[in-house]
């Protein structure tokens, strides 16, 4: 679908097709996640109300370091659900189309709370945890003899 957006060739941007396969790589590598506890797991598959615990799971394990994996996950997982919701629509598939509202229902419930919200926390955290490095004693002083410099050369000039 996201192809569909690029429009002609002159029309896209440079990095378009790259931002494409990279998304579809991510997509990519929570099916293989997953598929280490469902076997023969599709991304069709995964995109149901009965695995959402297992996209949870499988996402934070991936994104173990990295916010920006888990808020991309989720975002990426979003456009899939309104991709299948289309589907279903074309396919005139009730079943499907009842399946996938319960998911975006259960999505937009319980993602933040159990996917960004830890994960930034996580981060954050972290962040407070690191040593932060100061400015060495010599280039402190070095420092303050320039800002007594300007100060002085402009208490000259008025």
Request: include cysteine.
């Amino acid at each position: 679908m996201q192809v569909c957006a690029l429009r002609r060739k002159h029309v896209k941007k440079k990095n378009d097709m790259h931002r494409i396969s990279q998304n579809a790589r991510t997509l990519a590598r929570l099916v293989i996640k997953a598929s280490e506890q469902l076997p023969m797991v599709s991304l069709n598959k995964l995109l149901c109300k009965d695995n959402f615990d297992l996209v949870v799971s499988s996402t934070l394990s991936l994104s173990q370091n990295s916010v920006t994996l888990a808020n991309k996950m989720g975002h990426l997982l979003g456009h899939c659900l309104m991709i299948k919701n289309g589907y279903s629509i074309r396919c005139n598939s009730n079943e499907m189309a009842e399946e996938t509202r319960l998911l975006k229902v259960l999505f937009d419930a319980e993602w933040k709370y159990r996917v960004n919200a830890p994960m930034t926390r996580q981060k954050t955290v972290r962040d407070m945890n690191e040593l932060k490095c100061i400015p060495e004693t010599n280039d402190l002083v070095k420092f303050r003899d320039y800002i007594k410099q300007i100060i002085e050369s402009s208490s000259c000039l008025s």
